[in-house]
């Protein structure tokens, strides 16, 4: 019992399938997890990565309202169960100087491709028309500047030839499952 209270308390935000959500929690009940999720937030109540937060009875709240109102349920929700880290996993709202100001924890993110490189969204389309060799995921501190704060780790594949942009995300889904929990207890 002694080591589960020692556990970094998490809160995830997500807007979409919650795949990050889901291998989080798994890896969260492992003995030699660093972290425990604690609370999901949600912009989206169709959020299908919900349903991950309620199977394993992490309180989960959606805000479907402005960006302004969810950040101050944020703020309240993460300062009552005294999170320790903000994860970013699919959250496609880019939130503001202001709740980064105020929230005096560390937020940090996920992103599919290798910063500073495509930056923003529908990044393994723009990977396989520029033609790149590589590409990978990121995981980094998140600051007022869109996928710009400091990198925390890397994970890298080759683009195939015969790669689209569903066999691309589906090869870099795999490495951001593993570079997200080497992200956490990096930062630990």
Same mark, same amino acid.
Do not use: W
């Given at each position: ?76 929700? =993460?300062?009552?169960? &005294?999170?320790?880290? @903000? ?7 880019? !939130? #503001?100087?202001?709740? *980064? +100001? ?48 400091? =990198?925390?780790?890397? &994970?890298?594949?080759? @683009? ?7 066999? !691309? #995300?589906?090869?870099? *889904? +795999? ?14």
């Amino acid at each position: 019992m002694e080591r589960l209270n020692s556990k970094k308390k998490i809160a995830v935000f997500i807007s979409g399938r919650g795949s990050n959500l889901k291998n989080l929690i798994r890896h969260s009940k492992t003995k030699r997890s660093l972290f425990k999720i604690t609370l999901v937030l949600s912009n989206k109540s169709n959020a299908k990565g919900l349903r991950f937060a309620k199977t394993n009875k992490i309180k989960n709240y959606i805000y479907e309202r402005k960006l302004a109102l969810f950040e101050k349920e944020a703020l309240r929700l =993460i300062k009552k169960n &005294k999170i320790n880290i @903000i994860c970013l996993a699919g959250f496609m709202r880019i !939130l #503001s100087p202001m709740f *980064l +100001k105020k929230i005096k924890i560390p937020v940090i993110n996920i992103h599919p491709s290798l910063l500073p490189r495509l930056k923003g969204l529908d990044t393994h389309s723009r990977a396989i028309k520029a033609k790149h060799k590589y590409t990978g995921c990121t995981v980094h501190y998140v600051n007022n500047d869109l996928d710009s704060g400091k =990198i925390i780790i890397q &994970k890298k594949i080759k @683009i195939f030839k015969h790669d689209n942009p569903q066999s !691309l #995300s589906l090869r870099v *889904l +795999k490495l951001e499952h593993e570079a997200y929990i080497e992200a956490l207890e990096k930062i630990i």
